[in-house]
């Protein structure tokens, strides 16, 4: 077992994918997959704030049989322990985006016992492209490359 998230990462099946249009119908996909852990389970939850973690996380709570009202949101509590069919370790780790942040915090003891134990990877990050389309796009698109390679790193952040 690893904490590693590149390695947490490593494709061993075919991805599924559900779109949801509410905050329900997250909590109910939620609940489907606490429903089908069936022992040691680790999983990984990346996407940014907002993104809809802990209401999948509440969701995945109710499946293992934890009452969902206990499920909090982020504090400062950086693990959060819950007692149902099988115990539920949700770690809040969205300030942390360096991988190194994250091996160093000890979450073997929680991944390595058997429970269920989901890391909620969030933060500010955000991936910003621009596509040019034609020779002017691509002329603006050079223009404001250059003009960020001069601000400082914060600046570019
Ligand atoms: N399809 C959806 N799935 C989950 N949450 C949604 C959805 N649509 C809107 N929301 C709203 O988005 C917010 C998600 O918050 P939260 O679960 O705390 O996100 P995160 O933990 O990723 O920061 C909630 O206010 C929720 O009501
Ligand atoms: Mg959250």
Redesign the pocket.
Known sequence: MTTNPARLAEKVGPAVAWE????A??HALGKAVGEACAGHAVMALV??????????VRGIAEGLGVPTDLVA??TFVLIHEYAGRLPLYHADL?RLEEQDAVNGLGLEEYTESPGVTVI?L?GDRRRVALHPRGARSAELVARATARLAKQSPTGRA
């Not at 949801?20 to 905050?23: D, E, L, Q, V």
């Not at 996407?47 to 999948?56: D, H, M, Q, V, Y």
């Open positions: 949801t249009t509410s905050a119908e997250t996407g940014p704030r907002g993104a809809g973690k802990t209401c999948l949101s982020p969205y909620d969030g």
